[in-house]
């Protein structure tokens, strides 16, 4: 990692996590896309077998997270938040990799995510590989019960 993002920590997070990782999430996700987990949701994740978090901190502070899970010999990528105040500094760039990392270490071919249509992370996820491969019309809604494209990525690994 590089020492110039100071990022101090990238560590595997637990239920113990949950509360954080919940913060982060309300502060990164905008309620009006509908993209955020509730805390059961994320429990309940949590407690599966094959699924695996990162969280990343700064001087300390917990300012990210990434929540992944395999079967086989494929993984997703479910979640992946950063504090805004930290944005456009590597946090989100390093918390993919040590997914894609773990996803190799279990063996992974292929690596899927999806993401809300226009959401600025597809920047980031066509940078470290991914490729679109489908769309789910309408799959977000969000609080004023508008609907949301969701577009699916994939990417092989070695």
């Known amino acids: 990692m590089s020492s110039t993002l100071n990022i101090t920590e990238l560590r595997e997070g637990g239920s113990q996590d949950l509360t954080e990782v919940i913060r982060i999430m309300q502060d990164a996700f905008d309620p009006r896309f509908g993209e955020a987990w509730t805390s ?3 429990l ?3 407690s599966l077998p094959g699924v695996w978090l990162v ?3 700064i001087g300390g502070s917990d300012v990210g997270f990434a929540l992944a899970r395999s079967t086989g ?3 997703e990528l479910l979640l992946l938040a950063t504090r805004p105040a930290v944005r456009r500094r590597g946090v989100a760039g390093a918390l993919l990799r040590a ?3 773990e996803a190799q270490n279990r063996g992974v071919l ?3 995510l999806e993401v809300r249509a226009g959401n600025d992370a597809v920047r980031l996820y066509r940078r470290e590989g991914f490729e679109k491969v489908g769309e789910r019309k309408n ?3 969000g609080k004023t019960g508008q609907a949301f494209d969701a577009h699916t ?3 092989k690994l070695p």
Do not use: K
Request: with cysteine; charged share 15%; aromatic share 12%.
């Open 40 to 42: 059961a949701q994320c």
């Open 44 to 46: 309940g994740m949590l």
């Open 55 to 57: 969280i990343a901190s």
């Open 73 to 75: 010999d494929e993984a």
């Open 99 to 101: 997914i894609i990392a």
């Open 110 to 112: 292929q690596l899927h």
């Open 139 to 141: 799959y977000y809604r």
């Open 153 to 155: 990525y994939a990417r």
